[in-house]
């Protein structure tokens, strides 16, 4: 068994704070998009391939997994680390900021890299584990329904790069920079997208009753889907229903045809989440049929709910207090967004983890976010330590 003190440290990355904030902002300075991380990608590859991982590029599209083994140790770990970008413009003034209109990091998936990378540089050149480490850098997460988890699945993920358990975290605004955030069992949402469309009477305005109007019909929808959690779901539960988008109509005197709504649908509970789809399929038809028009509706799911193995999560909050200190180390509150690393962990057991950003930062997403430096190597030391200890000889 190996001291306590031989697992990584805190201390063990401050020599490598300054290294680490250059690759974050080379990265971030450098966006690209879900399904369009080349440049990321090589910039990743040929790292790992100079400290000695053994690296397989394009899993799942631009995706890379790299390897190392040392010792004769049987058991395996996987980390994963998202590299994509999003379509806003950045407006943080920074001196780091995109390069390329219209594509920033607004997520923090530069930060979540770099971080990997860190630990990746430490693991190769200390050695001190018995087994074998798979390091995941994962492209188009923002991708929607289609994305990257599950395009590495189906590319042979576990096949090619067996592992016992999977681990990965993503940045948390509002929580104080280096503190970690974790949860067993439910932590992020299902996230499901549902396009409704009521086909009507177009017509004059002037003449209503000669018409069905789509209009009509959708504003009455909106209303009772509302209903849907407030008097469907049990209270104990948390459930979104969003209709984030109508479009109808062109003109102030045209009854128009049809009618299209846009909805996000969000749950913790695989019985909820069917409750949801049957109650706004079965209100869109009934309602509808009320005032005589027809619909039809697109209902996509989305990525499943983020559940955390509890023993996976426990060992992670252990290494995080061993780490920074319990104090720092806190429960998360259900988050409402949606993560695809919940497709790993439909096959394997493992935790994602909450690291924080700043009770300051920009909210995600935001066209003025921006990643913390400060919680590179909080986030590098953590992946490292962890890491040892799942594979502690």
Request: aromatic fraction near 6%.
């Amino acid at each position: 068994m190996t001291l306590d003190n031989d697992f990584a440290r805190l201390s063990d990355f401050e020599p490598m704070k300054a290294e680490l904030t250059g690759i974050r902002r080379h990265l971030h300075a450098n966006p690209e998009l879900s399904f369009e991380e080349a440049e990321t990608a090589r910039f990743v590859a040929e790292k790992l391939e100079a400290w000695g991982y053994e690296v397989t590029r394009n899993i799942g599209g631009h995706g890379v997994v790299a390897r190392l083994t040392v010792g004769a140790g049987k058991k395996s770990i996987a980390i994963r680390a998202d590299m994509d970008a999003l379509p806003i413009t950045e407006q943080t003034g920074a001196a780091y900021a995109s390069k390329t209109p219209g594509k920033m990091h607004a997520c923090g998936h530069d930060g979540h890299t770099t971080i990997l990378l860190g630990a990746a540089e430490y693991l190769a050149r200390t050695r001190r584990f018995n087994g074998t480490v798979n390091l995941i850098f994962q492209p188009a997460e923002e991708a929607g329904a289609v994305s990257g988890a599950p395009a590495m699945i189906k590319d042979g993920l576990f096949e090619r790069f067996p592992f016992d358990v999977i681990y990965g975290l993503h940045n948390h605004p509002g929580a104080p920079e280096g503190t970690w955030l974790l949860r067993s069992g439910p932590l992020m949402a299902a996230a499901d997208t549902v396009e409704i469309t009521i086909t009507g009477k177009g017509g004059h305005a002037s003449r209503p009753h000669l018409t069905i109007d789509p209009v009509v019909v959708a504003c009455n929808l909106v209303v009772s889907l509302q209903t849907i959690v407030a008097r469907s779901v049990d209270p104990t539960q948390t459930a979104v229903v969003t209709v984030g988008a109508i479009h109808a109509g062109e003109a102030s005197n045209v009854i128009p045809e049809s009618a299209k709504m846009l909805l996000t649908v969000r749950s913790f509970d695989p019985k909820v989440r069917e409750l949801l789809e049957a109650r706004i399929r079965k209100l869109t038809a009934s309602i509808a049929e009320g005032y005589g028009a027809s619909t039809q509706i697109d209902y996509v799911h989305g990525h499943p709910v983020v559940v955390n193995s509890e023993k996976e999560t426990e060992f992670a909050r252990m290494v995080a207090e061993e780490l920074v200190g319990a104090e720092k180390v806190t429960t998360c509150g259900l988050i409402p967004g949606s993560e695809d690393f919940s497709h790993y962990l439909e096959h394997k057991p493992g935790s994602f983890l909450r690291l924080g950003n700043g009770v300051n930062s920009a909210i995600l997403h935001s066209a003025k976010y921006d990643f913390a430096d400060e919680s590179l190597t909080v986030g590098a030391a953590m992946w490292a330590r962890l890491t040892e200890r799942y594979l502690d000889a």
